[in-house]
């Protein structure tokens, strides 16, 4: 174990470790940029590739997919062949398919490549949170850097609309994807040197038919989830989430009676565990159906170009900075369910703001409640990170953030479907009577009312904003009815939870099964 000087016992991180964590960085930022960019380069590849309707909605869909569908897989893989290994593996194979799809000649080529993005970006995240907490053992480092790797998958979502609006005026579609490539190299380069290795003694054979039956109960149910939030509830997404669920039944029971299980079920019997993974999906669940809805906002109802939009959404740093650094403070002094709460009543604040947007009330309102919405999730995601992989023993780490992050995925999918529905319900009833076109989406009134002419436009227009506000308020309030619930959950369930959070109980060591110094191990005891 490396580090310098011991907090109660416990060795401390030092320069090599948060040296270590940068490096980390570069694959979270990576990842969640690669989910917004593409929104920006999708009218250049469908002019270039000339995709079919369902061929575009593959390109969009298949990385998210791969990556919810294989995360639990690789966390568990990650655990038996060492997170190190895996972490360089998954870094080249995003590498790889990241120069494949930006030179891509068809849609069914582009389509491979974003699904093998998503098998690495699936490689990658469990790998880089399980990592940290073999790093990381003094409990106040470890939530200082999962406070900086939340901060990266934020601020890659955020920075990669801008990053993606800047790379496309200037260069073709395909540079969106070899933006990736230079970090990818990095990576390779200093993680042998600078990440330690880590694999679970006694980890058993891996067991393909869970891994199988993992796979084939996500991608049902997200698929379906996605499809019933863009088409409303119809009988194949339906029957889709249901057979999804069936074979969850089905990993489930095998995960109790298998010799090597990819998940240890008995972590669900640990209060702590099992309510902070609960608490999560609802925070994702509010926190992408809202973000649903601002986005769209700022664009269709106060008229700014998708580029600018990105630029705007860049205000809500600041609070999202002062709610990090105040949690931190804290985070030794209180309990992390009074803290959780606290977060989660943020969010709710800043939901209820945005329940009285209108269509003429100024971008700072919208801000406002984006900002709250925002750092309230941000405290309550890295505090529930934190507690899931305090909980898990450090051998089940890799599983255990591959848990987590799978539940954010369901979280965001269920929040996209659920207040997505209410609040298009909400816009259909309020454009009743309006042409076809224009009652289906915002965006199709914006394009029905350039084609007629003068005051009737006008008129479409402001109805279709007003109803489309109408739609907000409707989700807004339905999300800050789910934070505040959350919030009490985590007083109720999560009270007993100290400050500073003992460790799970099980074999910690950096270095691999038979405990010898591997890698950046080994570069610093040659130093030594």
């Known amino acids: 174990m490396t580090g310098t000087g011991t907090s109660n016992g416990t060795a401390l991180a030092g320069r090599r470790e948060w040296t270590g964590l940068a490096v980390l960085f570069l694959p979270t930022l990576l990842i969640s940029m690669d989910i917004s960019v593409l929104f920006f380069a999708l009218p250049f590849i469908s002019e270039d590739l000339a995709p079919s309707g369902t061929q575009q909605l593959w390109i969009m869909d298949m990385y998210g997919f791969v990556l919810a569908g294989m995360l639990i897989t690789m966390g568990a893989l990650g655990d038996r062949i060492g997170r190190r290994r895996l972490l360089l593996i998954g870094a080249t194979a995003f590498g790889i398919a990241s120069v494949v799809a930006a030179y891509s000649g068809s849609a069914e080529v582009l389509i491979a490549t974003r699904a093998l993005l998503g098998l690495g970006g699936a490689t990658l995240m469990p790998s880089t949170l399980a990592l940290i907490r073999n790093m990381f053992h003094d409990a106040r480092q470890r939530k200082t850097a999962i406070s900086i790797w939340t901060g990266a998958m934020v601020g890659g979502a955020t920075v990669g609309p801008i990053v993606g609006g800047f790379v496309l005026e200037h260069f073709w579609w395909g540079a969106a994807f070899l933006i990736n490539v230079p970090a990818m190299v990095l990576l390779l380069v200093l993680a042998p040197v600078l990440l330690p290795e880590y694999r679970a003694p006694q980890a058993g054979r891996f067991d393909v038919l869970s891994a199988f039956l993992s796979l084939a109960a996500v991608l049902p149910v997200i698929y379906g989830i996605k499809q ?46 099992s309510a902070s993974l609960l608490i999560n999906v609802l925070a994702m669940f509010a926190f992408i159906g809202i973000t649903l809805y601002t986005n769209q906002y700022l664009q269709l109802v106060l008229g700014k170009s998708p580029f600018h939009a990105a630029l ?4 809500v740093m600041p609070a999202i900075m002062i709610a990090m650094t105040v949690s931190g403070v804290l985070a030794d ?43 309230g999730l941000l405290m309550g995601s890295t505090l529930t990170a934190d507690l899931i992989l305090a909980a898990a023993p450090p051998e089940r780490a890799g599983s255990a953030s591959a848990l987590s992050e799978t539940g954010s995925e369901f979280g965001g999918a269920l929040g996209m479907a659920i207040l997505g529905t209410i609040g298009t319900a909400v816009y259909h009833d309020r454009m009743s009577g309006t042409p076809d076109e224009a009652h289906e989406t915002l965006g199709g009134a914006v394009a029905a009312a350039g084609r007629l002419p003068g005051r009737a436009g006008t008129e479409l227009l402001d109805t279709a904003r007003e109803a489309f506000t109408a739609g907000v308020h409707a989700a807004a309030f339905g999300a800050a009815i789910v934070t505040f619930t959350a919030a009490v959950l985590a007083v109720v369930l999560l009270r007993q939870v100290p400050a500073s959070a003992p460790a799970a109980k099980g074999t910690e060591k950096d270095g691999d099964s038979a405990g010898e110094p591997t890698g950046g191990d080994a570069a610093e005891a040659v130093a030594r």
């Open 228 to 273: 019933m939030a863009v088409h409303g509830v119809e009988s194949v997404p339906a029957l889709s989430v249901v057979a999804g669920l069936v074979v969850a039944w089905l990993f489930v029971r095998r995960q109790r009676t298998s010799a090597n299980p990819l998940i240890d079920v008995e972590l669900f019997r640990q209060r702590t565990f």
């Open 312 to 315: 705007w959404s860049m205000a």
């Open 333 to 375: 002094k209180v309990r992390p369910a009074y803290l959780l709460a606290a977060g989660l009543l943020l969010t709710t604040v800043g939901a209820l703001v945005l329940t009285r947007v209108r269509t003429d009330s100024g971008i700072a309102v919208v801000l406002t409640g984006a900002a709250l919405v925002a750092a």
